[in-house]
């Protein structure tokens, strides 16, 4: 019987203790994130990560489409996050002359806000991470996470996980 008869793939004991870590990890990861970010910062993590990415950016600017992707979010989230970005300062945002779209400008304000907030959250990385890991394994969380993410997006432009 093929999976779309009804069979059910039931995972293996292997892949359920890898399921359970996984989801171990992308739950706990986050909420310390957002914990450490939240009391030394007063943003999300996924706030940070936007100012983040945009610090690296050229002139420190990118469109909203391109921004969602680097921040792995939808355009819907990011418009929303930008926006709270905008009240406090730290981000404007740009009509791109001649096309549909905007961009998402890191202001000054926005710049030292990251230069301010970048040592205590990377310290929290090195510590929730890779304090645990050797090199090699940090080589294999890098093969891990591409074939994690590249199957993800796989499943999910094919209908997978999606209304």
Known sequence: ???AEGATRW?????QLAWRELVALTTRLPAALDTQMQRDAKLTHF????????????DRRLQLSTLAAQANASL??????????EKSGWVRREAIVGAR??????????YAK???????HVETVQQLVFDGLDDEQVR?????GKALVTQLDRAIAAGTGRA
């Open 1 to 3: 019987m093929t999976e």
């Open 47 to 58: 706030e940070y990560f936007v100012l983040a990415v945009l610090s690296e950016a050229p």
């Open 140 to 144: 294999t969380l890098i093969t891990l």
């Open 101 to 110: 779209g905007s961009l998402a400008v890191l202001t000054p304000e926005g």
């Open 76 to 85: 819907s989230r990011l418009s929303h996050v930008v926006t709270k970005l």
């Open 11 to 15: 995972l293996t004991d292997e892949q």
């Open 114 to 120: 990251v230069v301010e907030t970048a040592p205590g």
